[in-house]
């Protein structure tokens, strides 16, 4: 999954490529030994200089980051050959890049959604117990600093069913920011995915999801 503006786009860059490919290369081993997050610029002046974040899921291994941080490097400079600025996510971890400053910032415009295409038997009361299972695991992950802005949870449904969610941003933000990015992907969820067994928001800045009955990452109770 991977987002490119083409706005930035150039056909002869060589110089902010050079950077770019020295940063890019860096990463791997800064979000490894970095739990999961690495950001930095580099470059002589603003038009030579790339600015770029790797964020790995909080529930995954060094190893596993790693793996996914060199993937992620590799194909996006692959798919984005002359491109000044692009985004791409995988299942484990967020890798972006631009020629523009964007630490600190909400990022608004880069979004990926996913929706389960299997509906609930009863969307109101299940949007309901969504929506407050999300809302809890944004205010701890936007607000626990132990936990690096990444939280995980369940809540019970019906009989023996359980509802798993997953939220998490980017560590350049501040913790009211982190809360008004994930805040801002609940309703994004909620609309998109009403009355579905699950879905993800993935953004530039935050992501969460949520699914009924299979939890497809590990959950921290602590």
Known sequence: RIRVSPENSTANYGSYKTSLNVL??????????NKGFALGSLGQNNQDRPYGLVLCRGDISSSACRICVANAT??????????????????????KYANKDFFGQIDNGSKIYMWNVENVSNPVVFNQKTEELLSQLANKASYNSTKKYYAA??????????LYGMAQCTRDLSSVDCKKCLDGAIGELQSLAYGKEGGRVIGGSCMLEQLANSKLYKVSLS
């Open 24 to 33: 890019m290369g860096s990463f791997c081993h800064l979000a490894s030994a």
């Open 153 to 162: 949870g369940e809540m019970d449904l019906e009989g023996s069913k359980k």
């Open 74 to 95: 590799r194909e996006i400079r692959k798919r984005c050959p002359n491109s000044k600025a692009a985004i791409l996510a995988y299942d484990n971890c967020l890798l």
